[in-house]
């Protein structure tokens, strides 16, 4: 499984964002597709993620600012990012985790995208 990310970019504080993800394979199901950022080779951390059921969680840092959503039918999350700050820059990543349509799971991430925040 494959995930395709795009919408990042350089924009000024307080302005706005869009990132979007779109799983592509062999899927069955998406339990979960997800953000996580990583600054300079550190650990990654949960931005936020989305279950099947529409159940989000969101790091304390975005809540109130950052909004998970996903469109089940296109295999696709989204990342609505407003309000942003500096410390929100970092490369994010795009996650997926299901079941492929052969029956193992599966756990795949994208291509990091390069979010940067100007004060």
């Known amino acids: 499984v494959q995930l395709q990310a795009s919408g990042g970019g350089l924009v000024q504080a307080g302005g706005s964002l869009r990132l979007s993800c779109v799983a592509s394979?062999?899927?069955?199901?998406?339990?979960?597709m997800g953000w996580y950022r990583q600054a300079d080779g550190s650990m990654v951390d949960l931005v936020a993620f989305?279950?099947?059921?529409?159940?989000?969680k969101y790091a304390e840092s975005v809540k109130g600012r950052f909004t998970m959503s996903r469109d089940n039918a296109k295999n696709s999350a989204y990342l609505q990012m407003n309000s942003l700050k500096p410390e929100d820059t970092d490369v994010y990543y795009c996650?997926?985790?299901?079941?492929?349509?052969?029956?193992?799971?599966?756990?795949?991430w994208g291509q990091g995208t390069q979010i940067t925040v100007s004060s």
């Open positions: 394979g062999s899927i069955s199901t998406i339990s979960e």
């Open positions: 989305v279950k099947d059921d529409g159940t989000t």
């Open positions: 996650q997926a985790r299901g079941r492929t349509t052969t029956g193992p799971p599966f756990n795949s």
